[in-house]
């Protein structure tokens, strides 16, 4: 198995080393006392010789000087043994504490830990460790690793040991047979060095993955558990889709067929007698026609909406430019009769779509735009986009009357229509097909006031890899920023 990064620990300083370091403390403090006694006979005898020539008199002085030299020696040892002991004190009460700590942190430890010498013998291990050998951790105290471990344990770690031992980290995985269960062990062996390519020590580090790799199984079978009942589930979808599908044309050509015939004999009648029918009877006439015309309508975006899942697929980078020419040239006739004001955006960058799609997206909200606007004025219409490195937004505002905050979101719902006056055409259910299409996109449709009246919807769409400098080399006839 690949080896981790390899760590050295600090190691404690050998035996000797400590003696010679201590010799030679004891020597300079030695040599440093021999020197002071020396020079303090020599010239304080010096000194008495000189100030007193009566030799009785010298005698008693240098005998008082000999006791406070003495006395003076016996205060500096005993200030400096009393700092010596009580740092020796405090540093053992410092290591007892330590080495509680360390203890109660490795006895704490769930995993195995063992340190080892460099000839393999145990020099100390956690009861975790000891449980491993079913032995005493004082037993296991000082014999060597291979006579005490599990003969599997070796087999399958033997390896990563000698080289641990050779001053090579390793990783290993073992697999022991438990009183109640097989058990699962991650063992790190780390070299400690005593000087440089000397290994004075082995530092392993165990840990228990029985249960992360119990849980790892479990979960590896929950996910393909679910991965199944998905794919059941997709395809009992799948199954549902189509047969929605061929319910919802099944029942837009039943019911087309007796609307054509309503439809037509409200023609024949308004032809044959509609100028002899009484102005009431008239106009009854023509609701029905009306109607015929709104159900008609209403049974085409239905079956549109049906259809939409099926149009999603796979993506492919389309041209706005391309999508809103074509949008201008079948609106054309309808934008002349309103008397709109729709200004086109220039050169707008290529997209990851379908052309289907776009057109819906954008056709809807166009239709939307000029369906609804104030009686007083005509319609205007601003179609607008930026992009960055990721996305395109491309908006379409209006003057109309605006959509109150509160039903930003209730528009967007099949069949929800928040003027009630059956003059105005539309079935509430296109801006529903516009943020479905756009969800095929992988976009988002939006909707907010905009400043000084009206309404912007918003259109995110994912930006084509490499799209813009293809849509602006070119942009198709008319596609300039100005109003039809």
Excluded at 456 to 462: A, N
């Amino acid at each position: 198995m690949k080896s981790p990064p390899a760590g050295h620990l600090p190691s404690e300083a050998p035996p000797d080393l400590l003696v010679r370091r201590a010799r030679r403390v004891a020597l300079s403090t030695a040599a440093w006392f021999l020197l002071f006694s020396v020079l303090w006979i020599l010239l304080s005898d010096h000194l008495l010789l000189w100030l007193v020539q009566d030799f009785d008199r010298f005698a008693r002085l240098q005998t008082l000087k000999g006791w406070f030299y003495v006395t003076l020696v016996a205060v500096i040892l005993f200030f400096l043994l009393r700092a010596s002991v009580l740092e020796t004190l405090l540093a053992e009460r410092e290591t007892a504490q330590s080495e509680a700590r360390f203890r109660l942190a490795v006895e704490a430890y769930p995993g195995p830990l063992m340190i080892l010498s460099h000839a393999g013998r145990i020099l100390f291990i956690n009861r975790a460790g000891a449980r491993l050998a079913r032995r005493a951790p004082e037993f296991l105290l000082g014999r060597e690793v291979e006579q005490v471990l599990p003969a599997e344990f070796l087999r399958q770690s033997g390896d990563c040991l000698r080289a641990a031992l050779r001053g090579e980290p390793g990783l290993s995985e073992v697999r022991l047979e438990g009183e109640s269960e097989p058990r699962e062990l991650e063992l790190r062996f780390l070299p400690v060095f005593d000087r440089p390519g000397e290994v004075h020590q082995v530092l392993c580090i165990g840990h228990d993955m029985t249960a992360i790799r119990e849980a790892r199984r479990q979960l590896e079978s929950a996910n393909r558990d679910l991965e199944q009942r998905v794919a059941e589930r997709t395809r009992d979808l799948e199954g549902a889709i189509r047969d929605l599908e061929g319910f919802a044309a099944s029942v837009s050509h039943d019911l087309r067929g007796p609307l054509r015939s309503i439809s037509g004999y409200a023609g024949m009648l308004h032809e044959a007698v509609g100028s002899s029918l009484a102005p009431d009877h008239r106009r009854l006439l023509d609701q029905i026609s009306r109607g015929c015309q709104r159900m008609g309508r209403l049974i085409r975006d239905l079956l549109e909406y049906s259809r939409l899942e099926r149009k999603g697929g796979e993506l492919a980078p389309v041209s706005l430019v391309d999508c809103f020419q074509t949008l201008r040239e079948e609106t054309a006739e309808r934008v002349a009769q309103s008397g709109a004001r729709v200004m086109w955006p220039k050169n707008p960058p290529f997209v990851l779509g379908n052309a289907s799609l776009l057109f819906q997206v954008f056709g809807n909200l166009l239709d939307n735009a000029l369906t609804y606007t104030r009686p007083e004025k005509a319609p205007e219409v601003e179609i607008t986009w930026t992009a960055d490195e990721d996305t395109v937004r491309v908006e379409v505002g209006d003057r109309g009357p605006g959509i109150d905050p509160k039903y930003h979101e209730r528009i967007f719902q099949p069949f929800e229509r928040l003027h009630a006056d059956p003059a105005l055409p539309g079935t509430g259910i296109g801006l529903t097909n516009a943020r479905k299409s756009a969800s095929l996109l992988g976009g988002e449709l939006r909707v907010a006031e905009r400043a000084g009246g009206g309404t912007v919807f918003s259109v995110t769409l994912r930006r084509a890899a490499g799209g813009e400098s293809a849509g602006q080399a070119a942009p198709l006839a008319g596609m300039a920023p100005q109003a039809d």
